[in-house]
């Protein structure tokens, strides 16, 4: 029986299927990232590789860099960042002037050939 041993062929095993990409979400990026501004602005710079974002108030520019690479897997070359106030408005039937809040955002340029595929629809 010797002789038939090298000749017995095993089985291969099924190689398992690969599993698809699945893009993590990141707490540091629900907690920097509050929404994309869809703007017609913010549509002509997306030809130009740059998003625009409203970061929470006390994001900076590294933990914004951090959280777009994080939360949509590209590379970030430059973040600049505006603090907009808020604009005086009339509120009620007696017309009391009041403040609305101002928001933080920022213009996100990425590497050379990278997108979000957020931005893809268009207006």
């Known amino acids: 029986m010797a002789l038939f041993t090298k000749t017995t062929k095993k089985k291969k095993k099924a190689a398992a ?13 629900a907690k920097v990232l ?3 501004r869809i703007t017609e602005k913010s549509y002509a710079l997306n030809a130009n590789g740059q998003y625009v974002f409203e970061v929470a108030k006390t994001s900076t520019k590294q933990s914004i860099t951090q959280a777009v690479q994080e939360a949509f897997g590209v590379n970030v ?3 600049r960042v505006v603090n907009l106030p808020g604009k005086s ?19 996100v340029q990425l590497a050379e050939g990278q997108s979000i595929e957020l931005f893809k629809g268009g207006l």
């Open 89 to 107: 408005k009339a509120f009620g039937k007696k017309q009391i002037m009041g403040k609305r809040s101002g928001i933080k955002k920022a213009l």
């Open 34 to 36: 509050l929404k994309p």
């Open 77 to 79: 070359t430059d973040v």
């Open 17 to 29: 299927p690969k599993a698809p990409v699945v893009q993590k979400e990141s707490a540091l990026a």
